[in-house]
């Protein structure tokens, strides 16, 4: 943690982290030393703060939740309910202002329970509500499903009994120089792929030995009379920023800067409809690649993002981000004769921005 954060100010910033940062010297690291407010997990890795963060919690829950949520989606109903208290320090962690325990119900849509999983998770900042709390966890895991679910998934790294010397590090790095080769080769099934592998270990050489360009991912975020272009690496360096206006020589220009960069790109887009009718005819008839990056996932994964508050590059950002992170976002796609029409439009009155209709 040291390493990550001693390079940034975090003065007043809310850090959250796993249950393996959770621990003394992490308390007194960003509460002493960095002016900043903490969000741990508290697992069964600290046998006795877990303990009596249990025993609190049991005496939380005995009174009326803080916030209940309810979402419907995925063919199931999700449902978080929040209990959050005060706290002091008999459970063990310095500075923790509040305690909460976080209960995650899954049922089917006829309301079949499936799986319920209970987290504790204690603050320093003792303004959060229980709404907030929740907030926060819920961001965090969202990162963390992101980064860690083919891991988890597919190699149960939450349960490897590795723990001496460097075998930890060197299978950490061999995952993810597996992960990294399926993410330059466009693949997506990760755990069929690992399986096929297993069952035919000569099936990685091709994976190793095939030599590509470094490939980026280019994303456009659309806003009212212009974009604004962010594109990062695979590694998630930024490549460029930059506004572009809604005119054809101007979006055909991006399009060649972004190519430039790369053998690869991919774009996406947080706005499939009238707004973007010529961003997305122009990138479909060049032959580019289009996903679309739902708007509600843009908004849930911004708060996790530091820097300015909402702007068109921050947003463009985060969708870039984003779709860098996770490849199963649906492809978009245009009709020849849309194409067509919109070649006329542009063609015929190529001194104003096409719209979409005529």
């Known amino acids: 943690m040291r390493t990550l954060l001693d390079p940034m100010d975090i003065a007043g910033a809310l850090v959250t982290a796993d249950a393996a940062h959770t621990c003394i010297a992490t308390a007194h690291y960003l509460v002493e030393d960095n002016r900043a407010d903490y969000l741990l997990t508290i697992k069964g890795n600290r046998s006795s703060l877990h303990a009596a963060a249990v025993a609190a919690g049991r005496e939380l829950i005995a009174a009326p939740p803080g916030h209940v949520n309810e979402e419907r989606g995925h063919g199931r109903i999700n449902c978080w309910t929040t209990w959050v208290a005060g706290t002091d320090a008999r459970i063990g962690l310095p500075y923790a202002a509040r305690l909460a325990v976080i209960r995650r119900d899954v049922a089917e849509l006829a309301g079949q329970p499936l799986s319920k999983q209970v987290v504790i998770v204690a603050t320093s900042r003792s303004t959060l509500s229980a709404a907030e709390i929740c907030g926060h966890v819920r961001r965090h895991w969202g ?9 988890d ?5 939450d349960d490897q009994q590795a723990h001496l010397g460097n075998g930890p590090r060197v299978l950490a790095t061999l995952r993810n120089l ?8 466009g693949i997506i099934k990760t755990k069929q792929t690992v399986q096929a592998i297993g069952c035919r270990p000569m099936r990685a050489v091709p994976l190793i030995k095939q030599r590509h360009r470094p490939a980026i991912n280019s994303r456009l975020e659309i806003a009212l009379a212009h974009h604004w272009a962010v594109a990062v690496d695979h590694e998630g360096r930024r490549l460029l920023s930059r506004k572009v206006a809604n005119y054809e020589e101007a979006i055909l220009a991006m399009i060649a800067a972004a190519c430039e960069l790369a053998c690869e790109v991919r774009w996406a887009v947080d706005i499939s409809f009238r707004l973007s009718a ?3 005819a122009l990138l479909v008839s060049h032959g580019q690649q289009v996903v679309y990056v739902p708007g509600r996932t843009v908004n849930r994964m911004a708060g996790a993002f530091a820097g300015e508050g909402k702007t068109d590059a921050k947003d463009a950002q985060v969708i870039a981000d984003v779709a860098r992170m996770r490849s199963r976002f649906p492809l978009l ?19 104003r921005p096409a719209t979409g209709s005529s």
């Open 153 to 157: 998934a597919v190699w149960h790294e």
């Open 333 to 351: 796609t245009t009709s020849p004769d849309k194409i067509h029409e919109l070649a006329l439009l542009t063609s015929c009155r190529g001194d």
């Open 143 to 151: 990162i963390e499903n992101l980064e860690h679910r083919a891991r």
């Open 278 to 280: 010529l961003l997305l």
């Open 178 to 185: 597996a992960l990294g080769l399926f993410s330059i080769h």
